[in-house]
């Protein structure tokens, strides 16, 4: 992560500390948004994330399979513990890999699968061209090309609902322009967008000079509903959404937060 460029940047516009700082989110869209300050973010692999309603309540490395062979993901149960050994990659280390699940305050959980730092062309999911995985490079126009890649299965597990992640963290710290997708299907999907304006306490607002300070998620037609700031311990901004539409945007935001103890 970009922790110490995203510092530098926040204290050479406010000259303030991080933690005085969060993601100005402006416009009518963002009405009805609630922040909830992260409690638990730390560099710990086994420290628990808690923000608002939710909380992780497993978390852990290493769980790709680590073998060539793959039968794909179509023959696997969601429910199963052994579906996540059908996803497999090559020259990917347990370091680069993190499993966690979210619960909310109804236990209703998520469960995240989530690869760092890698090669597009060093990750399967089964022979089937038309993965979801797949389509989400085609979305990103992003290919093979980008050793910076993180992606994360995001699966209900009352539901048995999957959605991927797909977002590169270079090009995100890049330019404002770059888009990320969580999708369930090339029709029905979110977008991934940076964000560099930021606010005071006091409600000072300024534009960063370069990088990004957090993410927000839109509805694929813009609409904004959900983000995370990066800075510092992390918060994480969710509009008014149905139960299970705010857990699976819940569950993406923390993965972004643990991005920081991959690698």
Known sequence: MKTFFLLLATISVFNLSAQNVGLALEGEAWATVKEYPVKGRSSHINQKLTFGPFKTVDINRSWTKGSLATSGLTQGILTDEMYKKIITTDHISKKQTLYFALADSANNRASAYCISQFNAKDFNIGNNPNSVFNLLLDLSGKGG?????????????????????????????????????????????????????????????????????????????????????????????????????????????????????IG
């Open 145 to 261: 090309q980008s050793t910076s890649l993180f992606y994360v299965m995001l699966v209900n597990v009352g539901t048995q609902e999957r959605w991927d992640l797909l977002l590169d963290n270079k090009a995100g710290q890049q330019t404002q322009a770059y888009e990320g997708y969580l999708s369930k299907s090339k029709d029905e999907y979110y977008i991934i967008k940076p964000v560099n304006r930021i606010k005071t306490k006091k409600g000072k607002t300024g534009t960063m000079p370069f990088g990004s300070a957090g993410y927000q998620i839109t509805t694929k037609e813009g609409k904004p509903l959900a983000a995370v700031s990066l800075m510092d311990k992390g918060v994480v901004y969710l509009t008014d959404l149905n139960p299970e539409e705010k857990l699976l945007l819940a569950t993406a935001l923390a993965a972004l937060l643990l991005q920081e103890v």
